[in-house]
């Protein structure tokens, strides 16, 4: 049986970059996961179709641990078959420094970027295990490793605890055949960072990553697929910058 990717995040931005090029790296079977868009979903999922494969859309909120198991309960009864998993979703706070860093915010981003992911791997894995399992790549950030000082330190430490995370859930899954892996984008185009309240970060930073500009989410779904594909099968516990340099 061909094999299911499932990208949390799906919608927008890189997951729903992942989603599209899914096809022509070889997948048949794609699932568009979303949180609030449903319609964004729909429009990614068509493109998916065109492009020969089978697609489908369910909706959760990786914040919410019953929606999480919700989303698999549905997952077994659509598709059943061996699972690759893009545990993508993910949000950042506006831009600011400590005194800005609320308990609200750093909970809220925590519980998305962090508790959502582990939980997702978590019903993910349960899942693998009764219907052969794939691959699973995290989507961390260079910020696990920059820091973000007065930018989002909020952020960049719920990215360093998925890189953590990776680590050991590599070294859990090695001995069942999952690889586990991570990538740390850089300035990707994508509207995460209106969302983060910079609009003009890409203007007034574009030219910050050695390699003169912002990343394509495509260059970011390139690597990801890339990750999960038997053409790096032996390649696991890794975190692979994709930050043009940075
Ligand atoms: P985006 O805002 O375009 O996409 C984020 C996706 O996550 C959306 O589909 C959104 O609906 C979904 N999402 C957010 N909160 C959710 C929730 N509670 N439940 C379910 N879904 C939820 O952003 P993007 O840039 O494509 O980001 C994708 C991932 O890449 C994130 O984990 C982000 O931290 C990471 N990242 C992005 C950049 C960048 O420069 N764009 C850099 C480093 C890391």
């Given at each position: 049986m061909?094999?299911?990717l499932?990208v949390?995040g ?6 729903a970059?992942t989603c ?5 790296r070889g997948w048949e079977r794609?699932?568009?996961?979303y949180g609030?868009d449903?319609?964004a979903a ?7 179709r ?8 369910l909706g959760a909120?990786?914040?919410d641990?019953?929606?999480v198991v919700e989303?698999f ?8 078959g061996?699972l ?6 993910g949000?950042?706070a506006p831009t600011?420094?400590?005194a800005?860093?609320?308990p609200e915010r750093v909970r809220?981003?925590?519980?998305v970027?962090v508790f ?5 791997a ?5 899942y693998?295990?009764?219907h ?9 950030s260079?910020?696990?490793r920059?820091g973000s000082?007065?930018?989002y330190?909020?952020y960049?430490?719920?990215k360093?605890?998925?890189d953590?995370?990776t680590?050991g859930?590599?070294?859990e ?9 991570a990538v ?5 185009e994508t509207g995460i ?6 609009p003009?970060?890409l203007?007034?930073?574009?030219h910050?990553?050695p390699?003169?500009?912002a ?15 038997d053409?790096?099968g ?5 975190i692979?910058?994709?930050?043009g340099g940075?």
């Open positions: 061909s094999r299911l499932l949390t799906g919608s927008a931005g890189i997951g970059a599209r090029l899914a096809p022509a794609v699932v568009v996961h609030r449903r319609e729909e429009a990614v999922a068509e493109e998916v065109a492009e020969g494969a089978e697609a489908h859309v909120d990786v914040a641990p019953a929606q989303l309960a549905e997952l077994t009864a659509l598709a059943p061996p690759d998993l893009v545990n993508n979703a949000i950042v600011g420094a400590l800005d860093l609320t809220r981003v925590f519980e970027n959502g992911a582990i939980e997702v978590r019903q993910a894995v349960a693998m295990r009764a052969a399992g794939g691959g699973i790549v995290n989507v961390s260079v910020a696990a920059l000082a007065r930018q330190m909020d960049a430490a719920s360093g605890a998925i953590t995370f680590l859930l590599a070294d899954l090695a001995a069942e055949g999952v690889r586990v892996n740390r984008p850089g300035l990707i960072h209106a969302k983060g309240g910079e003009d970060r203007a007034r930073i574009g910050t990553p390699l003169g500009r990343g394509t989410a495509e260059e970011v779904a390139e690597s990801i697929l890339w990750l999960l594909s053409r790096a032996y390649v696991t516990r890794s692979l910058d994709v930050g940075r």
